[in-house]
């Protein structure tokens, strides 16, 4: 693994190599968008009915628990420069009966690398991945939103790739041996999914060395979403009545990269549900290219939340 290629992915997890299905990888998530620093005994409930409502999927309970004892048994692989790891994700799950609830104890050494992983996450893209009905749908989209802010991803050498999204088995070999099955089963149903349910519109180009096809890059670039995504992704802890606890840190975190440092804004925004809701919202504006401001873009949330005046230009005697 490059330096700089660590210092893109800012997490060893999404390049890790481990195979989930789709119902994993929607667990995955969720559990992802519940994580809070403060959570010591690094215990955390998933709500199926909500895990429902944001996925529009039903969850069969024996599926459930097939999913995570495959889960809680299978090793993720990270590897860096100077070290191979081997780390396992749950110490313990228990399901409450009756309660729709699943309360997993995470292992203390998968901590690190899933708060990195949720830092690489705003809400909204969280309730992308979720919506995304393919494994390696969302597998793609996690590899894209790495390089949105660059246009294009870094190229990937093809058996790399499919080893990444599980497509080569412990012995090496190809589940998807045709190219076109890996283009249509595999590459286009993933672009499809992601341009339709996510900020993210991405494209891909297959470089062949001689006659074999040996690279893959993909193009990033954001767009509008065509449907409204809920603020509705967890916390049962708040600190401000009617904001949960991921919105608020998500603010939090947006106004750092915004440069907001007055106590007295941050004070009077992180206070109110109403300014929490409107810095996620306008971040996702930004991103997405619906508000357009490259030179202050901190200043004009300013003045869209009421903070300070907008600057006018004098009259012209």
């Given at each position: 693994?490059?330096?700089?290629?660590?210092?893109?992915?800012h997490n060893?997890?999404?390049?890790?190599?481990?195979?989930?299905?789709?119902?994993?990888l929607?667990l995955?998530f969720f559990?992802?968008?519940k994580?809070?620093k403060?959570q010591?005994?690094?215990?955390?409930?998933?709500?199926?009915?909500?895990?429902?409502?944001l996925t529009?999927?039903?969850?069969n309970?024996?599926y459930?628990h097939?999913?995570?004892?495959?889960?809680g048994?299978r090793?993720?692989?990270?590897?860096?420069?100077?070290?191979?790891?081997?780390l396992?994700?749950f110490?313990?799950?228990?399901?409450?009966?009756?309660?729709?609830?699943?309360?997993?104890?995470?292992?203390e050494?998968?901590?690190?690398?899933?708060f990195d992983l949720?830092?690489?996450f705003?809400?909204y893209?969280?309730?992308?991945a979720?919506?995304?009905?393919?494994?390696y749908?969302?597998r793609?989209y996690?590899?894209?939103?790495?390089?949105?802010?660059?246009?294009?991803?870094?190229?990937?050498?093809?058996?790399d790739?499919?080893?990444?999204?599980?497509l080569?088995d412990?012995?090496g070999?190809d589940?998807?041996?045709?190219?076109?099955?890996?283009?249509?089963?595999v590459?286009?149903v993933?672009?499809?999914?992601?341009?339709?349910h996510?900020?993210?519109?991405i494209?891909y180009k297959?470089?062949?060395?001689?006659r074999?096809?040996?690279?893959?890059?993909?193009?990033?670039?954001?767009?509008?979403?065509?449907?409204?995504?809920?603020?509705?992704?967890?916390a049962?802890?708040q600190?401000?009545?009617?904001?949960?606890?991921?919105?608020?840190?998500?603010?939090?975190?947006?106004l750092?990269?915004l440069r907001i440092?007055?106590?007295?804004?941050?004070?009077?925004?992180l206070?109110?549900?109403?300014?929490?809701a409107?810095?996620?919202?306008?971040?996702h504006?930004l991103?997405?290219?619906k508000v357009?401001a490259?030179?202050?873009p901190g200043?004009?949330l300013l003045?869209?939340?009421g903070?300070?005046?907008?600057?006018?230009?004098p009259p012209?005697?």
């Open positions: 693994m490059s330096k700089d290629l660590e210092i893109r992915q060893a997890l999404t390049n890790a190599r481990y195979e989930y299905s789709e119902l994993q929607d995955l559990l992802i968008s994580l809070r403060d010591q005994d690094r215990v955390y409930e998933l709500n199926i009915k909500d895990l429902s409502l529009g999927k039903k969850y309970a024996a459930l097939k999913a995570t004892a495959d889960m048994s090793v993720f692989e990270v590897q860096t420069e100077t070290r191979y790891r081997q396992w994700m110490q313990r799950v228990d399901y409450l009966l009756g309660q729709g609830i699943i309360e997993i104890k995470l292992t050494d998968i901590t690190p690398y899933l949720k830092e690489n705003t809400s893209e969280l309730a992308s979720l919506r995304l009905t393919s494994k749908a969302k793609i996690q590899y894209c939103s790495q390089w949105k802010d660059q246009g294009e991803t870094k190229k990937y050498d093809i058996q790739f499919k080893m990444m999204l599980g080569l412990d012995k070999k589940k998807a041996i045709r190219m076109s099955d890996f283009r249509e089963s590459l286009d993933a672009v499809k999914q992601i341009n339709e996510t900020e993210l519109h494209s297959l470089e062949k060395r001689v074999t096809y040996k690279n893959i890059v993909f193009t990033v670039k954001s767009q509008a979403l065509a449907e409204t995504i809920p603020f509705d992704l967890v049962t802890t600190d401000v009545p009617g904001v949960q606890q991921s919105h608020f840190d998500n603010a939090a975190r947006i750092d990269e440092t007055d106590a007295k804004h941050r004070q009077t925004i206070a109110s549900a109403a300014h929490v409107e810095v996620n919202r306008y971040n504006d991103k997405t290219g357009k490259s030179r202050n200043g004009l003045v869209r939340l903070l300070v005046a907008a600057k006018t230009s012209v005697a």
